[in-house]
C-alpha cells in the first residue's frame, strides 16, 4: 500500500448521460468531460448539505503530502441509494475516489465512484428509479 | 296511492342525489412522497418550467418580463453562469417559491386533511397550506414567496390557486418560475390542476397568470414519480459550514 501515488488517470469519458447530481453548478470549477483516480487516507469528512466533502492525504511520487478535497452531491441522496452517512468515512481510511477534475488543476474533484478498500466500488452518481 | 307516489319520487330523488354525491363528492387520493424525475431518475437532465422540450414556444413576455428575463444569471439554461457570477436566490438559500421549487430534484410530501391540504419541501424545510374550505383570498395580502392558496376539488383533481407572491425586486432580488431565471411579478397568480395518472405518478398542470411580466397566461406542467421513502432534513444553510473549494465562492 505504499503507492499512494496521485495517478492521474484522464479518460475521455464523454458518455455522462443519466447523471443525476443535484447540478448545483452546471458550470461548474469542474471539467465534466474527463475523470482523474485518487488515492489516498482521509482525513476529514463533512456529510452536510447541499454537498458533502471528503478531504484525503495524498503521497505525491517526491514524497511529498497532499491534501485533496472531493465533493459528493447531498446527505440525503448518498443516505438513500447508498447508505452513506456520517459514519461511511473515517480519519485514516484508505479510499481512491474517480471523478471530474477542477478546471483550475486544484487539488479537488467532483466524486463519480468511490473505491474501498475492500475494493467494494459505489457509483455515487447512479440513483436507481 | 299519492302518497305512496310522493315518497318514490323522493326515495329516487335522494338516491340520484346520494349517488351525484358519491361520484363528485370523492376526493382523490393525492397523499404520499413525490419526486420530479432528473437525469438518472428517468427524466429530462434538469426539468424546466418553460422548455422546448415541455411547450412549443417561448412564454410570451412583456418588455417588463424582457428587461428582467435579460438580467437573470440563471446556472443553467443556454448560456450557464458560473456559481460566483449567478444572480439565483437558491445559492443564497434564499427560497425558490413556487413553482420553482418543484422543478429541484427533492421529494415533497402532500397531507390531504378535511379543510386543507398539506405540502411539505424537502427543499429548504418549507410547508405550504392549500385551503379547501371554501375561504376567499384574504382582502389585506401577505406576500409570501410562496404565495396565499386555496384550493377545492374537481373530479380527480386538485385545483389549486396561489396569489399574494414577492415579485422581481431587483438584479441582485430575482424572483424566478424556475431554475432558467423566467421572471414574475408581485401580480402572478398560480394555477396548479394536481392529479394522479397513474399509481405511481402524478401530473401537475401549471397556469402562469402574470399580466406584469406576460402577454398572456400560458401553460405547462410536470410529473413526480411516488417515492416510498420518508421525508428527511435537508438544511441549505449548511453551505455555509462547508470547506470544499466551490461552496465557498468569492463574492
Known amino acids: ?129 | 296511492m299519492s302518497g305512496y307516489r310522493i315518497t318514490a319520487k323522493t326515495i329516487l330523488l335522494l338516491v340520484g342525489l346520494s349517488a351525484i354525491t358519491t361520484v363528485f363528492g370523492q376526493t382523490p387520493e393525492l397523499s404520499g412522497v413525490w419526486q420530479s424525475l432528473w437525469g438518472g431518475r428517468g427524466g429530462p437532465r434538469y426539468p424546466t418550467l418553460a422548455s422546448p422540450a415541455l411547450v412549443n414556444e417561448e412564454p410570451p413576455l412583456t418588455q417588463w418580463g424582457q428587461e428582467r428575463f435579460a438580467l437573470a444569471k440563471p446556472i443553467h439554461g443556454a448560456n450557464p453562469a458560473s456559481a460566483t457570477e449567478s444572480n439565483a436566490a437558491e445559492l443564497l438559500c434564499l427560497p425558490m417559491g413556487m413553482p420553482h421549487a418543484y422543478f429541484r430534484p427533492r421529494p415533497f410530501e402532500i397531507i390531504q386533511l378535511p379543510d386543507r391540504v398539506v405540502m411539505l419541501f424537502e427543499t429548504d424545510n418549507f410547508w405550504r397550506v392549500i385551503y379547501t374550505d371554501g375561504r376567499e383570498f384574504p382582502e389585506i395580502p401577505l406576500h409570501t414567496w410562496n404565495g396565499y392558496s386555496i384550493g377545492h376539488y374537481e373530479g380527480d383533481s386538485l385545483v389549486i390557486e396561489t396569489r399574494y407572491f414577492i415579485g422581481w425586486e431587483s438584479e441582485q432580488q430575482q424572483r424566478w418560475l424556475d431554475r432558467l431565471g423566467w421572471p414574475h411579478s408581485d401580480e402572478l397568480r398560480l394555477i396548479e390542476k394536481i392529479r394522479r395518472i397513474d399509481e405511481q405518478t402524478l401530473e401537475n398542470k401549471i397556469t402562469i397568470d402574470d399580466p406584469i411580466a406576460y402577454k398572456t397566461p400560458w401553460n405547462s406542467s410536470i410529473t413526480f414519480k411516488s417515492r416510498d421513502f420518508e421525508l428527511a432534513e435537508f438544511i441549505c444553510q449548511e453551505l455555509m459550514l462547508s470547506e470544499l473549494p466551490e461552496m465557498k465562492p468569492e463574492r
Do not use: C
Open chain 1, 1 to 129: 500500500m505504499k503507492k499512494r501515488n496521485v495517478f492521474i488517470v484522464v479518460s475521455l469519458l464523454t458518455a455522462i448521460t443519466g447523471v443525476s447530481i443535484e447540478a448545483h453548478h452546471a458550470n461548474s470549477l469542474y471539467d465534466r468531460s474527463t475523470d482523474i483516480t485518487i488515492s489516498g487516507t482521509v482525513s476529514k469528512w463533512q456529510f452536510i448539505n447541499p454537498h458533502a466533502g471528503l478531504w484525503l492525504d495524498i503521497m505525491g511520487e517526491n514524497g511529498e503530502k497532499q491534501e485533496w478535497s472531493a465533493e459528493f452531491q447531498g446527505t440525503l441522496d448518498l443516505y438513500r441509494h447508498f447508505k452513506f452517512n456520517k459514519d461511511t468515512f473515517k480519519p485514516g481510511d484508505s479510499i481512491t475516489l474517480i471523478g471530474h477534475p477542477a478546471r483550475t488543476g486544484g487539488p479537488t474533484i467532483s466524486t463519480r465512484i468511490v473505491i474501498f478498500a475492500d475494493g467494494s466500488e459505489v457509483d455515487v452518481r447512479s440513483a436507481p428509479d
